[in-house]
């Protein structure tokens, strides 16, 4: 087993996000391109073991981490809504 635990904690906050901004498109494109730009912007966390998930679950409590992420998801949402690659 090869994972990123990044994409785990991407697809639990943006929700959250999302629900916050009115103006943003949620449609499947537009929330997969705003997940995309988060996550090359953050550092993976890849494990290969429950061991390792675990470990970076843990790493997730920490207030810092949660604040990057927040940010990411952001920007990422400001990128996408200035030119989303959908149709209007």
Known sequence: MLKN?????VEHLLPDVLAKYDN???CKECVDDIKAIALNNLTPLYFTSRK????NKINEMEAQFEADTLKELTK???VVSKQPRHKV
Request: overall charge negative; some cysteine.
């Open 5 to 9: 635990y990044m994409e785990d904690v």
């Open 24 to 26: 943003v498109c949620k």
């Open 52 to 55: 390792g998930g675990v470990f």
């Open 76 to 78: 990422a949402m400001e």
